[in-house]
């Protein structure tokens, strides 16, 4: 399939044993896919793309080192005390001191959990397909590195809930609704559970998005701002090492 605008892409990797997840929206952020696939059929719809900005929920590449490294350390606000965050990346200590939780990137991608080393993977493929570093000006095919939790976290103001609970699916979902993302109103699940049903241990949730899927919307929604709106988003980290594109202008110092 192939779009001549621009498609936004999101790509919710996995350590290979289910598939990967994977959103595509329009630039009026209408949904053109929503699913699961494996690697390879996720990269054919992406490599169909004549124009497209894929973000990635995966670092883009293992650690390296550069919080091992004095100066660098003390050009940060604020800088870590002696001996502490070393084995982190930039982007990964910048959120943190903000409260919000990531996985530490080995330096060693042996080292690297599985879906961290599928996600290399991915990026790796993505440059053969043409596809730069984000941000890279007017260039048609872009990838950034993203990560969900942080994404909802920062358009919330506050930690979300779990996103593998009802609540938290729910509460994804409503963040991505109330941002004009092509997405089921969520709150219509509600209007559908009833005594009965919930007597009967059926609910209605047809309409409500995997926890997985919700990331790869994200992902794509974030993709989407970047392309479309670069003054509304950040970016943490370093670019020596791989900066997280993140849906909004400024980060707050607490969440």
């Not at 919710?12 to 690697?39: C, H, I, S, W």
């Not at 604020?78 to 903000?98: D, K, N, Q, S």
């Not at 358009?155 to 993302?181: A, C, I, W």
């Amino acid at each position: 399939m192939l779009f001549t605008k621009n498609t936004f892409i999101g790509i919710d990797p996995t350590a290979g044993k289910r598939p990967f997840a994977y959103a595509a929206l329009d630039g009026n952020r209408q949904l053109l896919a929503v699913g699961e696939g494996q690697m390879e059929e996720v990269l054919a719809f992406v490599g169909g793309q004549a124009r497209a900005f894929v973000a990635v929920n995966a670092p883009r590449a293992p650690n390296a080192g550069l919080m091992a490294d004095e100066t660098r350390r003390a050009a940060l606000s604020p800088p870590p005390r002696p001996g502490r965050w070393t084995g982190y990346r930039v982007a990964e200590y910048e959120l943190h001191r903000r409260g919000i939780s990531i996985p530490r990137t080995p330096a060693q991608p042996e080292k690297c959990p599985r879906w961290m080393q599928m996600g290399f993977k991915v990026y790796q493929r993505l440059a053969s397909l043409g596809f730069r570093r984000f941000p890279a000006g007017d260039a048609p095919l872009q990838s950034l590195e993203v990560y969900p939790h942080a994404a909802y976290t920062v358009l919330l103001e506050h930690l979300p809930f779990p996103k593998n609970t009802l609540e938290g699916r729910l509460q994804r979902q409503l963040v991505l609704y109330v941002h004009d993302v092509e997405v089921p109103n969520p709150m219509r699940v509600f209007e559908e559970i009833t005594r009965h049903r919930l007597l009967q241990g059926i609910l209605p949730l047809d309409d409500l998005y995997s926890a997985s899927e919700l990331d790869a919307l994200v992902a794509a929604f974030t993709a989407f701002k970047a392309a479309t709106q670069p003054e509304s988003v950040c970016l943490a980290g370093d670019a020596a090492e791989g900066q997280i594109v993140l849906p909004v202008k400024e980060l707050r110092t607490r969440y």
